[in-house]
């Protein structure tokens, strides 16, 4: 039986063409008859020449197993059966040799973590023209030129110079360049990406997808294996919805974002966070009135590391308040110094200039019994749920830690507070005694905030706490913490680089670039009228699922971080900047 036919997006109408890759009824298990388990089950999707399909679902939905399993890139022990044709050309019944060939050479893979898919001992010179070398494709010295040419297709400044750098002298968004370089110097019909701009900053994400629609249009097939619906919407024409291992819904994007059929893909759609831009000037926004007595205050934070490669400035003359009961979010790219505030905020890193106040308290000069009462009502919530819980002992143990730690209630007081906040947070009471392992991220970050609220605090530190989730745990998480503010009063500070999440949680956002705060404001009247350059490149490398992508504005030099801040209306400071000077 034919398996589901993709249909072509209106946007580029096509003759009737064969495809050049043809998947059908692909189906992979791992383990023995015995005790198997199913990964993938009758995948079938077709990829024409010049196109692009999004891979879509959540965490474990197969889309990486299915596209790994067409270069034999899986474990030993996976059992695959089906059909993929390239070209012509079964995939699956070819030898090791012959997928070898195939490998790198007519389909290509690009993989999330450029710095581990690089060789950090080698120079990209090398490793690209080894590449060509080992396929044959041209005599080595033209393996150079074309390497420098591939450097330049997906647009690597310089690329004769950078071509002599290692991986590690690279940005992050440099690194999946260079990825893609090599995945397309040797010029295959098919390029596999596979999340390769899930690590990366907004504005690099922006760009990198800039690179592959390129490619795509210069007749590139592409597969985009991601989470993203914005990603997926913003390169792909057609899109597989992928759930458990099955195909639910097959559709061109735009008819997917705007009717889709299954209700997991309608799901999917409504998680997905977009920024609300209100058709209001800044002079008529609301400001954001500030108390007289906020329970955070910090004045002139400065933290600089000291390293053998040099000293790096992370912190640079911050000052932030968190009213009570108020949500301040805190947006900026990697670097930008986000997560180092939030742990001098928190007391983790000493500052080594200015100071923090907790409810009119200066924080550095607490003695034993304040300080160990602000550690009470100040907790965080880590990036990392698995990480930050302890993997050898029971969730109901990991939740009462902190109580334990602080001297709170008897052993059996502690353990029904446990089973208290697990039922807060919507974990079943049943699974205390489950260990962390045993949960899925979106469970495992639940138990991380309810350990957070275990001692009843007034203000919560949340840093990245989504950031790892897919979208659908990723709103379930939100709307937890919503409704747990509200329910609670508790004021958070709020870090993020996800602008849509930062609008959603806060009451105000402050964007921080190179260790400042380049622009604050409330919510609504930062994303009406954004007047730091630096907050407009942020906003218009957003994509949304919904509404039309931005033009992209990435013109913002350095010297637009160093002037003087100054409130332009009520409750908005901006810093100056030479576009304002001129």
Not at 319 to 328: F, K, N
Request: charged fraction near 25%; aromatic fraction near 4%; proline fraction near 6%.
């Amino acid at each position: 039986m034919p398996g589901p036919e993709l249909h072509l997006s209106a946007e580029k109408p096509l003759v009737a063409q064969a495809p050049l890759l043809s998947i059908r009824d692909l189906s992979v298990r791992f383990g023995g008859r015995d005790n198997s388990t199913s990964a993938v089950h009758s995948l079938s999707m077709d990829v024409l020449p010049g196109r692009s399909v999004a891979l879509v679902g959540e965490s474990g939905s197969g889309k990486t197993v299915s596209m790994r399993s067409l270069l034999r890139l899986l474990p030993e022990g996976a059992e695959v059966h089906g059909s993929a044709v390239l070209a012509g050309r079964e995939l699956l019944t070819l030898s090791d040799e012959e997928i070898r060939q195939v490998r790198g050479r007519q389909v290509a893979m690009v993989f999330q973590n450029a710095l581990s898919a690089l060789n950090p001992t080698r120079t990209l010179k090398v490793q690209l023209t080894e590449h060509l070398r080992w396929h044959h494709v041209c005599s080595q010295r033209e393996a150079h030129e074309r390497a420098v040419e591939a450097l330049r297709r997906v647009g690597i400044p310089e690329p004769e110079r950078r071509i002599n750098m290692y991986p590690f002298q690279l940005s992050g968004g440099m690194r999946q360049r260079a990825t893609i370089a090599m995945a397309i110097v040797t010029e295959p019909s098919v390029l596999i990406a596979d999340e390769p701009t899930t690590a990366l900053d907004v504005t690099v994400q922006r760009q990198v997808l800039d690179v592959l629609r390129q490619l795509r249009e210069d007749g590139l097939a592409i597969i985009m294996v991601t989470h993203d619906l914005g990603v997926a919407r913003y390169l792909c024409d057609d899109v597989v919805v992928m759930r458990h291992g099955k195909v639910v819904e097959t559709a061109p994007i735009e008819e997917f974002v705007s009717h889709p059929r299954a209700q997991y893909s309608r799901e999917l759609t409504n998680s997905s966070p977009e920024i609300r831009i209100a058709p209001l000037a800044a002079e008529t926004a609301t400001p954001v009135a500030q108390p007289a007595t906020p329970l955070l205050h910090a004045k002139g934070l400065q933290k600089t590391f000291h390293g053998r490669g040099g000293d790096v400035l992370a912190v640079a003359g911050v000052d932030i308040d968190v009213a009570p009961g108020e949500t301040l979010a805190v947006v900026g790219e990697s670097g930008s110094g986000k997560s180092t505030l939030a742990r001098l905020a928190m007391g983790l890193i000493a500052s080594d200039a200015g100071v923090v106040e907790f409810d009119g308290a200066n924080v550095s000069e607490m003695r034993r019994d304040a300080r160990r009462d602000f550690r009470r009502r100040t907790q965080m919530v880590f990036q990392n749920p698995f990480g930050s819980l302890l993997p050898h002992r029971s969730i109901a143990d990991n939740i009462a830690e902190p109580l334990r730690v602080h001297g709170v209630g008897s052993k059996g007081r502690r353990y029904a507070r446990a089973l208290e906040l697990m039922a807060l947070v919507g974990l079943p009471t049943e699974r205390a005694g489950d260990y962390p392992r045993q949960f899925s991220g979106g469970q495992q970050q639940r138990v991380a905030i309810a350990r957070a609220l275990a001692l009843d605090p007034d203000l919560l530190i949340c840093d990245e706490p989504t950031s790892a989730l897919d979208v659908s745990i990723q709103a379930q998480v939100l709307d937890l913490l919503d409704e747990l503010k509200s329910t609670l009063n508790l004021s958070m500070l709020f870090i993020t680089h996800n602008l849509a999440v930062a609008q959603r949680m806060s009451d105000r956002i402050a964007v921080m670039r190179s260790g400042r705060i380049v622009e604050s404001a409330g919510s609504d009247a930062l994303f009406a009228n954004p007047l730091h350059p630096y907050t407009r490149a942020l906003i218009s490398a957003v994509l949304p699922v919904r509404s039309a992508a931005r033009p992209l504005h990435l013109a913002v030099g350095p010297d637009a971080d160093g002037g003087e801040i100054r409130e332009v209306a009520p409750g908005h400071l901006v810093r100056a900047h030479r576009e304002e000077v001129e």
